[in-house]
C-alpha cells in the first residue's frame, strides 16, 4: 500500500495509548500531539476539513471548522445538463465534475478566506454512487493530498447525510434514530455513536427519492421528480386518491415503494382508458401523502422501541416540506426532539462529508493513496 501523508500504523483508536506513526519521517502535529496541546495550554488548533463531494450530479467543495461549523459550502449542480435526458446520465456527470471540480475547490478555499496549508485533513466521498463520478472526487483528493502534504480521509456517503445534522444542531449527539431518504438509499438506522450505526431497516426495492422521480416523470412533471411533486403537491387535495401504504411481511422497519409506483400508473392508465382528466397536483399529494405516512409510521415505530427520545432526517427527501411538517408534528405529539438539515444539507453537499470526516479523522482514520470509489460502499463498512 503507498500511504498518504498521516497514515496510520494503526487505526484501531484514539488516544493516548495508540501513538500515532507517521509515514515518510514528516513532522506532522498527531492526534496524540493534539491531545498534549490542550493538556498543555488549555487549547487546541482548529482542526479544518476540506472536503469534496461527487457522488452523483452535485460537485461540491467546502471546508468545515472542528466538525460543525461551516466556513464555506460551495454546490455545483448539474441539474439542468441532466434534465434533458430526464435523469442523471453516468458519463456525462463525470465529464462535468472533471470540468468543475478545480474551480470548485479554489472558490471553496477562497470563500473560507484559508489556503492549502491552513487544511489540516482532506475528506472525500468515496461510496456509495456512481463509479466514474466517485473517482473524479477521490483522484482530485488523493492529488491535493499528495501535493500538498495533508492527510487523506475516506468518507461514506450515507454517513456524510446523517451527519449534516450536527452542522445546525450543535447540541445533537448520538444515539439517535436517523432516517435517511434519498435519490438512491432509504435507510432508517440506528446511530450509536460517530462511525457507529447499525441499520434497523432498508428499502426492498425503489429508494423513496427514486419513487418521487419516477411518479414525477409518469404525471409529466420531468426532472428531478422530489421538489416539483413537493411544489405542485401544494395545490392538491392529498386525500383524493386512495393510494397504497406498503408493508413488508417480514420486516416493521423495511420500506417497500414499488407497489405504490405501480399503483400511480395503474391509476393513470385506468383515468386514460376511461377518458378521466388527470388531476396532476392531486395525483402528486396523494403518492407524496402515501409515503410520508409509511415513513413516518415506521420511524416513529422504531423510536419507541429502541427508547431513544432522540429522531433526525437526512438525504434529498429530507427536504420535502410535507415530511419535515409530519415529523415536526408526530415528534411534538410524543415528546421527542427531532432534528432536521436546512434542506441545502439533505441534498448532496460536502459541508456534510466534512463534518463525517472530522469524526472520523478524529478518531484517527488516514486512507493511503490506494484509496478506490467503491460504488456499493455499506453503511458502517471500512475499506
Ligand atoms: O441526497 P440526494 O441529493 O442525492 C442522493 O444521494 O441520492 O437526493 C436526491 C433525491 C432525488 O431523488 C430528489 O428527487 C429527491 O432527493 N428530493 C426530494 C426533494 N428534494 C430532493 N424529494 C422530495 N421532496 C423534495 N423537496
Ligand atoms: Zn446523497
Not at 178 to 200: P, Q, R, W
Request: proline share 3%.
Amino acid at each position: 500500500m503507498i500511504k498518504a501523508p498521516g497514515y496510520l500504523e494503526t487505526q484501531k483508536g484514539y488516544g493516548r495509548a495508540e501513538r500515532t506513526v507517521w509515514q515518510a519521517g514528516r513532522k506532522k502535529r498527531t492526534d496524540m500531539d493534539r491531545t498534549e496541546e490542550i493538556e498543555e495550554t488549555g487549547t487546541a488548533k482548529d482542526v479544518l476539513i476540506l472536503a469534496v463531494e461527487s457522488s452523483c450530479d452535485e460537485t461540491a467543495a467546502s471546508v468545515v471548522k472542528n466538525g460543525r461549523e461551516v466556513l464555506s459550502n460551495i454546490i455545483s449542480s448539474q441539474i439542468a445538463l441532466h434534465t434533458t435526458y430526464g435523469g442523471v446520465v453516468p458519463e456525462i456527470a463525470s465529464r462535468k465534475h472533471i470540468e468543475k471540480i478545480n474551480q470548485v475547490i479554489e472558490e471553496a478555499l477562497c470563500e473560507a478566506k484559508v489556503s492549502l496549508h491552513d487544511i489540516t485533513a482532506i475528506a472525500v466521498t468515496y461510496g456509495p454512487g456512481l463509479v466514474g463520478a466517485l473517482l473524479v472526487g477521490v483522484s482530485t483528493a488523493k492529488a491535493i493530498s499528495l501535493a500538498a502534504d495533508i492527510p487523506l480521509v475516506g468518507v461514506h456517503h450515507i454517513e456524510g447525510h446523517i451527519s449534516a445534522n450536527y452542522i445546525e444542531n450543535k447540541e445533537l449527539e448520538p444515539p439517535f434514530i436517523c432516517l435517511v431518504v434519498s435519490g438512491g438509499h432509504s435507510h432508517l438506522v440506528a446511530v450509536k455513536d460517530y462511525g457507529e450505526y447499525e441499520i434497523l431497516g432498508r428499502t426492498r426495492d425503489d429508494a423513496a427519492g427514486e419513487a418521487f422521480d419516477k411518479v414525477a416523470r409518469a404525471i409529466g412533471l420531468g426532472y428531478p421528480g422530489g421538489p416539483k411533486i413537493d411544489k405542485v403537491s401544494k395545490e392538491g387535495n392529498a386525500e383524493a386518491i386512495a393510494f397504497p401504504r406498503a408493508k413488508v411481511a417480514d420486516s416493521v422497519y423495511d420500506f417497500s415503494f414499488s407497489g405504490l409506483k405501480s399503483a400511480v400508473l395503474n391509476y393513470l392508465n385506468q383515468c386514460e382508458m376511461k377518458g378521466i382528466s388527470v388531476c396532476q397536483a392531486d395525483v402528486a399529494a396523494s403518492f407524496q401523502k402515501a409515503v410520508v405516512d409509511v415513513l413516518v409510521e415506521h420511524s416513529m415505530q422504531a423510536v419507541e422501541e429502541y427508547g431513544l427520545r432522540k429522531f433526525a432526517i437526512a438525504g434529498g427527501v429530507a427536504s420535502n416540506s410535507s415530511l419535515r411538517e409530519a415529523f415536526v408534528r408526530e415528534c411534538s405529539r410524543r415528546g421527542i426532539a427531532f432534528y432536521s438539515p436546512s434542506p441545502i444539507f439533505c441534498t448532496d453537499n460536502a459541508a456534510m462529508i466534512g463534518t463525517a470526516g472530522y469524526y472520523e479523522y478524529c478518531k484517527g482514520v488516514r486512507h493511503g493513496y490506494d484509496l478506490n470509489a467503491v460504488p456499493n460502499l455499506r453503511l458502517g463498512e471500512r475499506v
